[in-house]
């Protein structure tokens, strides 16, 4: 099971979680209503576990193929429903830098096994959105 806790850490919306191993990440709301931007709002950070969960995926993927992933760098995009309450995702996308010596069709499959198939955070979202991905190999 997993434990988030999670306190107030001023008179406003910035909130602190720590999980149960003591590591912590900050919350906040937007400034249009009231938040100081201290942290990330819960939506971003969506978007930041659909990245880190198909990333260490792929990682993982790309490291039992034998391959020499060098670095990797991910930007993850998100729509959300215009004008409702509450704003679901419809669209996520993610793309990946990835640097080393790889083989593309290597990579490729990778790629579509981490986000379609083994990412939880990916299966989780794709219930209300399209999930799409793409990348780049740099040397």
């Avoid at 919306?13 to 937007?30: I, K, P, V, Y």
């Avoid at 959300?80 to 993610?94: Q, Y």
């Avoid at 299966?123 to 190999?137: C, G, N, Q």
Wanted: include cysteine; charge should be positive; proline fraction near 2%.
């Amino acid at each position: 099971m997993i434990k988030i806790d999670i306190n107030r850490v001023s008179d406003q919306f910035h909130l602190e979680a720590t999980n149960e191993s003591g590591n912590t990440l900050h919350m906040d709301a937007s400034p249009e209503i009231g938040g100081t931007g201290k942290g990330m709002r819960p939506m971003q950070l969506l978007m930041a576990a659909l990245g880190g969960c198909s990333s260490i995926d792929l990682i993982s993927i790309l490291k039992k193929q034998k391959q020499e992933l060098k670095d990797i760098n991910i930007t993850v995009t998100g729509k959300r429903e215009k004008d409702a309450v509450p704003s679901l995702f419809t669209d996520a996308h993610i793309h990946f830098k990835l640097y080393g010596n790889l083989d593309k069709a290597k990579v490729e499959k990778a790629i579509i096994l981490a986000v379609e198939k083994y990412c939880s955070v990916a299966k989780t979202l794709e219930k209300s959105a399209r999930i799409t991905h793409s990348f780049e190999i740099l040397k």
